[in-house]
């Protein structure tokens, strides 16, 4: 039996703050204290719990890509379900965007998404914006996401992130835009329809 095996995942936060502590996709296994948590090489982020104006832009974000891949070989998923990024590798981070597509389903397992979705979708909470502007932003470009759309419910704005050349060239658009989706030709959404 392992050490962590008797432990919840707060003394196991509280532990990595102290140590500085680095887990895996096996110890977040482990946790089930119902604490929402991501891993980012090994270190753990709590995360916020969504309000209503989450859960909307969520919902009608999800509604609009649902129907345009409707009888296509891409498929949008929504939270939570883990992201494993590195699961070839050290295996040490795992995310839960709120919203992704993925067009190659070799990377689905039975619990998991074992790699990068081809596009994540973040909507911002006022205790995570920075983490998802900064922390997963760098993350994201890292794993080689194509593309990276940040939310904004509160200010009714959106920056789109699109790799190219190892970097994300950015794009901003606001309330009642139109936005295109690099990776799915012909997809536009509506943000009359989204806020």
């Not at 619990?111 to 997963?136: F, Q």
């Not at 606001?174 to 943000?191: M, S």
Request: glycine fraction near 4%; charge should be negative; aromatic fraction near 10%.
């Amino acid at each position: 039996m392992n050490e962590n095996d008797n432990i919840t995942g707060l003394e196991v936060e509280e532990a990595q703050s102290a140590y500085d502590i680095r887990y895996s996709y096996t110890d977040y296994l482990k946790w089930d204290d119902g604490v929402r948590r991501e891993l980012i090489d090994g270190k753990i982020y709590l995360m916020a719990g969504p309000n209503w104006r989450h859960q909307k832009v969520s919902g009608n974000l999800y509604e609009q890509f649902k129907a345009f891949l409707k009888g296509k070989e891409c498929e949008v998923y929504y939270a939570p379900l883990d992201v494993r990024l590195n699961a070839d590798t050290l295996d040490n981070t795992v995310v839960q965007p709120d919203l992704m597509i993925i067009c190659d389903n070799s990377i689905l397992d039975e619990e998991s998404i074992k790699g990068a979705p081809d596009m994540v979708v973040e909507i911002l909470s006022p205790s995570t914006a920075d983490y998802d502007r900064t922390t997963k932003f760098n993350m994201y470009l890292q794993a080689g996401i194509k593309e990276y759309w940040i939310v904004d419910p509160v200010t009714q704005s959106l920056v789109v992130n699109i790799l190219a050349n190892n970097r994300y060239i950015t794009h901003v658009y606001v309330n009642k835009e139109t936005v295109p989706v690099h990776i799915l030709e012909g997809c536009v959404i509506d943000l009359s329809e989204v806020f």
